[in-house]
């Protein structure tokens, strides 16, 4: 999982320190029964330090130690790295621990309630378990909103969670207590679009943190018939050119289509250190049970089936024609 924790103190302790980054390495794929070995040059920008959320404690802590070093120079510049292409950042928020979007459907209202993509793990409760789906509990989250160049123009405010799970995909929805309309008028800021069709390997695409303020940029390279992590299993999952190094913090962080705009898919974990299906370091899962590892490899959960499960005024139908989002 993309979440940042002592990240950023402990980078800044290395930087001051003089710490040296390590040298990336290319990630290759190990056979189906074995998992890569544990050397110092996994790429350093798909590090995550793992960590508790809520109680929830992810027993990897002699970890944080082995992957802070890596994380740090990344972290540090990604603080200030410069804007990718056509794709900014206006439209993301930061959440206490993770990134996001404001999301619309393609057939949402300027008047309708807007809602806020990130992922379910990012819940301020934390990760739901394996076959757990949420719907329409209270909220008050919080969302700083960021315009194109990255600065925070505005404090958005959730009045409910209208979705959330970890099975099958890795997503959470917040409903606002503001319209698009609203957030237009008053900040300039227009909601990203989610497309209604699965996206195709080979699409160049670009990962906006909010978190971080900043841009990743890569093409799918494919996708992943089964990801497991740790207790979850993820369906049909993108998977990154190596290119989208991204680290904690951005999950959440919405996966933008370059030649259209529209969200693809909802950016949410990545091999660490060449670990086999554990937390951080998931694996593939092919139709014939095979497992693929990849170490320094990150991944992505589509969003198109959102697009057939929300109606007028922003309100979740689970049993809407087309709608295939695991139910409670």
């Known amino acids: 999982m993309r979440k940042p924790l002592v990240v950023a103190l402990c980078a800044l302790a290395l930087a001051a320190a003089g710490a040296t980054p390590a ?3 290319t990630p290759t794929p190990t056979g189906a029964d074995t998992a890569t070995g544990t050397g110092t040059g996994a790429d350093a920008g798909s590090t995550a330090v793992p960590g508790a959320v809520n109680g929830v404690v992810d027993g990897l802590v002699d970890d944080v130690v082995s992957t802070v070093a890596d994380t740090a ?12 292409g056509a794709v900014n950042l206006a439209g993301t928020v930061s959440l206490s621990n993770c990134s996001g979007s404001v999301v619309r459907m393609p057939g949402s209202a300027a008047d309708d309630p807007a809602l806020v993509l990130t992922n379910g793990h990012c819940l301020e409760s934390g990760f739901p378990g394996a076959g757990e789906v949420l719907v329409d509990r209270a909220s008050g989250r919080s969302f700083g909103l960021l315009n194109a160049s990255g600065a925070k123009v ?3 405010r959730a009045d409910r969670l209208v979705y959330a799970t970890m099975t099958d995909t890795d997503a959470a929805v917040y409903r606002l207590g503001t319209t698009y309309a ?5 900040y300039g800021i227009e909601a990203l679009t989610l497309a209604d069709t699965r996206p195709a390997a080979g699409t160049a695409v670009s990962v906006p943190s909010g978190y971080w303020k900043r841009i990743y940029t890569c093409a799918v390279d494919g996708f992943a018939y089964r990801l497991k992590e740790a207790g979850w299993t993820f369906k049909d999952s993108v998977r990154y050119t190596p290119a989208c190094n991204t680290i904690g913090g951005t999950s959440g962080s919405p996966v933008v289509d370059d030649a259209t705009g529209k969200v693809v898919a909802v950016n949410n974990t ?3 250190d060449g670990g086999r299906c554990t937390m951080n370091n998931p694996c593939e899962v092919d139709e014939n ?6 170490r320094g490899i990150n991944y992505a959960q589509q969003t198109y089936p959102f697009t057939a499960c929300f109606g007028p005024d922003s309100k979740l139908d689970l049993y809407a024609s087309g709608c295939t989002l695991p139910k409670p």
């Open 182 to 186: 609203q957030i237009r008028s008053a």
């Open 154 to 156: 505005a404090t958005l």
């Open 270 to 272: 990545g091999n660490t």
């Open 73 to 84: 120079s990344d972290t540090l510049a990604g603080l200030t790295a410069p804007r990718a």
């Open 23 to 25: 040298v990336a390495a």
């Open 289 to 294: 049970g095979a497992v693929t590892v990849r």
